[in-house]
């Protein structure tokens, strides 16, 4: 941030305590600590940021990605807590002193998510852009249940949308990361 | 030893993805993943009111909020001669409205702050006082005598008619109507859709005044096209323009169309001198992006009594909005309508056609499918099945005596296309004894004596896919071709760039593919880029399944010039004369001595540190292929469905899909397409349409309300497979990504009406939904979804 022009850029302030000094008085702000993908990162925000665009803008995590901004496609879905939701209907507030898990979360640095890996040896996804959301609901499932069936895996992604794929693909995907979680188990 | 093609992830590997590294990790490059140093942001302010004169706007209030730095109107486009743009089909757009607005959700203004959030706020903050006009929302109103003017911006324009279009033989089809012993005759809807890709449109436009250089992050499916495009409308040297298509979140056609918003986003960056960001909502992408379908039909098959069909006479209406922004070749009018019937033998066929404007907006996009090939191959198998209920003659046993034969090919089409190559019939059997066609049968009989109500649908048809020829085909001019550029490294590495443009298909997978095909090079050695102007070579870019059937035959032929270069350096490393060398994938060898041979690899090398003398060093080259015909897949789809006579729903028991798309580069991907196909197909079958009610509000202007299958709902797919070789592209490969979405439809439609054959019902508009069933099984009456929805 340091490098760009100074403007006003009241939603939110990384790692600052207090609201910037262009900000206006009628705009509160709050601060807001919680942990991403392992680490506690805290912002300056309006209250009115959604999630999705804390996330997306103010820690850098572009992997997960606005769809419909109605909580129907599902492409923002992140863990909250472990829980998938959409983070794209929920206030940054909310989440404050929650734990999120993004996408970016799911690799470590030399060893994929099986979901991750399913997803790619089951030609699960095409244009990519419904994948994290729909690997994040497919991790929660997995999370609770490593032997699901194929109509627990097909309820359990119903609140996430691909407009390539057909689905099916994506369903092996996640029985797929389900076997190999088992035999890691 | 000539190395084994599949390991080396040539043609027939099911290579998994390249692009997928990068996609599972969330490392995607999107337009919205795009951060310039002090961008601002634009959103849009779009039309309440379907049709309505704008008295004035007010934006003194977006101006008073504190980071909003311009609010722009038609007004303000206009002093630039802006507020216009022409539109794919010599039709005009307006880019902001000046005088009217022409349907809801047309832009009216738009903002720039700091922040889309402040943009959003300062959208909210404009005052428009409009003056309500008589909608008009279908066709009749539009052709009634009394109907209001929707374009009394055109000169000359003095009706809502947008073209009157013929095509065929009039008099031989009539001559053959009258011989006939049956006509059957079918009218439906094929209503608006959708191709709504899980990303919405959205631009980054960054003009630099002191380089005058414009760069745009667009979502385009067709870079090349826009970059003409834009230098033609904001007048900017077309080398003075960068379109750069990132990854694209799915296209479908939507993303082919110029979009006011790219044209708003680029001004504002000029008059700003900053980078500006525009991303579209969902509710702006379904209200004002291009739209698929919305076609009526009037059908008549003339039949003979032994099931022989001697012509076929169609009529449509078109719906296309308030401007004609139809993205299809210049010369026809409703796309490829007229390649309906194509796999079938039948003398004469006349087509007429009609467009009109609506107050709705604008697109005609080729959804999925070749210029409005879905409604032709839909409109082809329903007629086909009514036909064949009207005769009394099973609907297998009818395609089976009108298909063309194996033996037949090249054939013309009943509208004068050429048809290459296929085996139609076999596809078919496949799909019936897949489904078990009589065994099925007999299960309906059976159901039906205890209440149940099953149904068998088949579909079968052969599309065009990949335009051009350049002959025949053109946008705007431009002739459609495409191209490949290939560059090999001194170390045997390569990268390749072609003018197509990848958003979900695979191209960097199966790219590398086809040039490990023909040179030998490991795919895992090649790198593909595409959709940044500067550095791809120009192309029409992808949509109407052209990729593989042009830029892909341009990576072929690109591939053998670098091996006929290759061939000229592997002799004189080897020592012997160009007709004394052999070749096998990835390696040239002696005549007669095999073991004395160098690698694509060894003269990779050579190309860039001992050349023969005379011979220009490096090893690059490009191609540019004009297709010296289209591609005719052929595909076979039977579903069977239980309806509810209860509540009208109905589920998909199977679907066969039997596809002959020629050679399959990747046959992973392949089948990834046509499932995907295949879900597109059922959505528009049972739930996916766009629809207005009588004010022209757009019942459908967000994921609420517009519906899209999900894992839930949509069935499993069984698929099959034919390799009929496409006699003229280099590798025999044909299109494959729209096949299923464009025959699938009819497959699951007629297996309903068959379901409740006896009833009288003949048809039900699509979408299937629920109480259209029940109603048509509780009246027998055919349903239509002409009527605007009632929305209170």
Redesign the interface.
């Known amino acids: 941030m340091s490098n760009e022009p100074k403007r006003r850029w009241p939603d939110m302030t990384l790692f600052e305590e207090v609201a910037p000094s262009g900000a206006p008085s009628d705009i509160p702000t709050t601060r807001v600590e919680l942990r991403v993908n392992g680490e506690t990162r805290a912002a300056q925000i309006e209250p009115r940021l959604l999630l999705a665009h804390l996330i997306r803008n103010g820690f850098k995590l572009t992997g997960t990605h606005t769809g419909c901004d109605t909580t129907n496609c599902g492409a923002c879905t992140v863990l909250y807590d472990g829980q998938p939701v959409k983070s794209c209907t929920m206030f940054a507030v909310q989440a404050n002193g929650h734990d999120v898990t993004t996408v970016e979360g799911l690799a470590s640095s030399e060893q994929l998510h099986p979901i991750q890996e399913g997803f790619k040896d089951e030609h699960g996804l095409q244009c990519g852009f419904c994948t994290p959301g729909m690997m994040l609901s497919a991790v929660a499932l997995l999370n609770e249940n490593l032997n699901p069936t194929e109509d627990e895996v097909r309820w359990a992604l119903s609140g996430n949308l691909c407009r390539c794929t057909g689905y099916q693909n994506i369903v092996k995907a996640v029985l797929w990361a389900a076997e190999k979680m088992r035999g890691d188990a | 030893m000539a190395l084994d093609e599949i390991k080396i992830g040539g043609l027939g590997a099911s290579r ?2 390249v ?10 490059n ?1 337009v ?2 795009v ?1 310039l ?2 961008m601002l942001h634009m959103e849009i302010l779009r039309s309440p009111l379907a049709h309505a004169k704008i008295k004035s706007i007010d934006t003194s209030a977006a101006y008073a909020i ?2 909003v730095r311009m609010v722009m109107t038609g007004e303000m486009m206009a002093a630039r001669n802006l507020a216009w743009m022409p539109t794919l089909s010599y039709d005009t757009q307006a880019v902001l409205a000046t005088d009217k607005v022409r349907f809801q959700g047309q832009e009216v203004a738009c903002v720039i702050a ?2 889309p ?2 943009a959003k706020d300062g959208c909210e903050a404009i005052v428009v006082d409009y003056e309500p006009l008589p909608p008009i929302v279908n066709p009749t109103q539009a052709m009634a005598a009394d109907a209001p003017l929707i374009r009394d911006d055109k000169i000359g324009q003095d009706n809502n008619v947008i073209f009157d279009w013929a095509v065929g033989d009039r008099e031989g089809t009539d001559r053959a109507f009258a011989e006939a012993d049956l006509v059957s005759e079918i009218s439906m809807h094929y209503p608006r859709s959708h191709p ?5 449109c959205g631009s980054i436009a960054d003009y630099d005044r002191s380089t005058s250089k414009l760069t745009v992050y667009m979502t385009t499916q067709a870079p090349h096209i826009i970059r003409a495009a834009v230098s033609l409308v904001a007048e900017i040297p077309e080398h003075m323009i960068r379109i750069i298509s990132p ?6 056609g939507n993303k082919v169309p110029v979009y006011p918003g790219y044209v708003m986003s680029i001004l504002a960056s000029i008059l700003l001198e900053a980078p500006v960001k525009w991303i579209e ?3 702006g992408n379904l209200i004002s992006t291009g739209f698929g379908r919305d076609v009526y039909l009037k059908g008549q098959l003339a039949v003979r009594n032994d099931g022989k069909i001697l012509a076929v006479r169609m009529h449509t209406d078109s719906d296309h909005g308030a401007f004609f922004a139809d993205a299809q070749p210049s010369k026809f009018k409703i796309g490829l309508m007229h390649s309906a019937f194509a796999c079938y033998d039948i003398p004469s066929a006349h087509l007429t056609a009609r467009g009109v404007y609506t107050n709705k907006s604008p697109g005609g996009v080729a959804y999925r499918c070749s210029f409005r090939v879905t409604e032709a191959m839909f409109f082809q198998e329903r007629m086909v099945q009514a036909a064949a209920d009207d005769l009394g003659m099973d609907q297998a046993e009818f395609r089976r005596v009108n298909l063309v034969k194996d033996d037949d090919f090249p054939k013309r089409t009943p509208f004068g296309f050429l048809t290459d190559s296929g085996q139609y019939e076999k596809c078919l059997q496949i799909g019936l004894d897949a489904i078990g066609y009589d065994d099925f049968k007999k299960q309906k009989e059976e159901a039906k004596a205890r209440g149940r109500l099953l149904g068998i649908g088949i579909s079968t048809m052969t599309e065009p896919l990949g335009a051009g020829n350049s002959r025949e085909y053109d946008i705007l001019g431009i002739k459609m071709f495409d191209s490949a550029e290939l560059r090999v490294h001194m170390t045997g590495k390569a990268i390749l760039r072609t003018g197509a443009k990848t ?4 191209h960097e997978t199966t790219w590398a593919q086809i040039v490990a095909h023909e040179l030998g090079i490991p795919a895992e050695d090649i790198v593909v880029e595409e959709g940044d102007t500067d550095t791809a070579p120009f192309g029409m870019g992808t949509y109407a399944s052209r990729s593989t059937p042009v830029a892909g035959a341009a990576v072929s032929m690109v591939s053998r010039k670098i091996r006929a270069k290759a061939r000229k350096i592997a002799a004189h490393l080897l020592e012997v004369s160009d007709e004394d060398i052999e070749w096998e994938l990835g390696r040239f060898y002696v005549r007669g001595a095999h073991d004395r041979g160098v690698t694509i690899q060894d003269c990779a090398m050579a190309a860039y540190s001992n050349v023969p003398d005379g011979m220009e060093p490096g090893l690059e080259n490009n191609a540019y292929y004009d297709p010296p015909n289209l591609t005719w897949p052929f595909a076979c789809y039977i579903a069977t469905v239980e309806v509810d006579p209860e509540t009208g729903v109905w589920d998909v028991l199977r679907l066969v899909a039997v596809d002959d798309c020629g050679v399959r580069i990747n046959p ?2 392949v ?3 046509i ?6 197909a059922y959505a528009m079958a049972n739930m996916q349409f766009i629809t207005f009610d009588e004010d022209g509000n757009c019942v459908g202007s ?3 309300d517009y519906l ?1 299958p ?3 709902e ?1 069935p ?2 069984e698929l099959h497979e034919v390799v009929t070789p496409c006699p003229h592209h280099p590798i025999g490969a044909k299109g494959i990504g729209e096949c299923a979405t464009v025959g699938g439809p009819a497959a699951f439609v007629n297996a309903v009406i068959d379901a409740l054959k006896g009833t009288g019902v003949r048809n039900i508009d699509m979408p299937l939904l629920p109480d259209r069933v029940y109603e048509a099984l509780q009246t027998g009456n055919d349903i239509s979804g002409h009527p605007p929805v009632k929305t209170d």
């Open positions: 998994r993805r692009e997928d590294n990068r996609f599972i990790r969330g490392k995607g999107y919205d993943d951060v140093p002090g504190p980071g700091d922040d959030y402040i709504s890709p899980i990303e919405s990854d694209l979140g799915g296209g479908f909502d969902k509710s958003q979900g298909q695979g992973m991907i089948e990834g397409q499932m995907g196909g295949l879900t597109e967000n994921y609420m899209l999900t894992a839930w949509t499993g797919f």
